[in-house]
T-cell receptor, first 110, second 118 residues
Framework: RKEVEQDPGPFNVPEGATVAFNCTYSNSASQSFFWYRQDCRKEPKLLMSVYSSGNEDGRFTAQLNRASQYISLLIRDSKLSDSATYLCVVDTNSGYALNFGKGTSLLVTP | ETGVTQSPTHLIKTRGQQVTLRCSSQSGHNTVSWYQQALGQGPQFIFQYYREEENGRGNFPPRFSGLQFPNYSSELNVNALELDDSALYLC?????????????????FGAGTRLSVL
């Protein structure tokens, strides 16, 4: 079983739509959780950290369910510029390594 | 921009050759991690350097080695290149203080080096 598993995608949605990505992780001792965004042939960029209480940043909402070892990202009012690959990232509780999911591709169309 | 810089941006090598990739960490950061990202996959952790020593290692063979310098910059060396080593190599910097990663291990990535092995 992979350490971090994500929806396979791709997700094709029209502008203005709401889209949700899901992710599960296997290491119950993990302490830090993130969503990174990666544009084609570019580096991953931190989108947001994910906290137990859930957190929101503008149109983006992240949720963490430790009991189910499940993380989600909700994007409201999708923009063309949201088109990218979204990577679910979980620390290994080692203090150094991050485990990345394979990523979910989002394409927002006019 | 993250302030993490990597060089070169692209590199073409042949099987059996050796390669050195370089990374300058973000100002104020003291830890560098290296990742390998194959096409269509998420980044895979190679190793991390802190205080000029390897601080942790992923599932990569010994022909992947590294260095960290007093200014916190780092090198990744790969010997005896194989075709499967073709990938995007990413460097990420972070801040470690008192044995604990600050800001819950948030790592900032450079633009990467795209290595092609022929």
């Amino acid at each position: 079983r992979k350490e971090v598993e994500q929806d396979p995608g791709p997700f094709n949605v029209p502008e203005g739509a709401t889209v949700a990505f899901n992710c599960t992780y296997s290491n119950s001792a993990s302490q830090s959780f993130f969503w990174y965004r990666q544009d084609c042939r570019k580096e991953p960029k931190l989108l947001m950290s994910v906290y137990s209480s859930g957190n929101e940043d503008g149109r983006f909402t992240a949720q963490l369910n430790r009991a189910s070892q499940y993380i989600s990202l909700l994007i409201r009012d999708s923009k063309l510029s949201d088109s990218a690959t979204y990577l679910c990232v979980v620390d290994t509780n080692s203090g150094y390594a991050l485990n990345f999911g394979k990523g979910t591709s989002l394409l927002v169309t006019p | 921009e993250t302030g993490v810089t990597q060089s070169p941006t692209h590199l073409i090598k042949t099987r059996g050759q050796q390669v050195t990739l370089r990374c300058s960490s973000q100002s104020g950061h003291n830890t560098v991690s290296w990742y390998q990202q194959a096409l269509g996959q998420g980044p895979q952790f190679i190793f991390q350097y802190y205080r000029e020593e390897e601080n942790g290692r992923g599932n990569f063979p010994p022909r992947f080695s590294g260095l960290q310098f007093p200014n916190y910059s780092s090198e990744l060396n790969v010997n005896a290149l194989e075709l499967d080593d073709s990938a995007l190599y990413l460097c990420a910097s972070s801040l470690l203080q008192g044995g604990d990663l600050v800001a819950k291990n948030i790592q900032y990535f450079g633009a990467g080096t795209r290595l092609s092995v022929l």
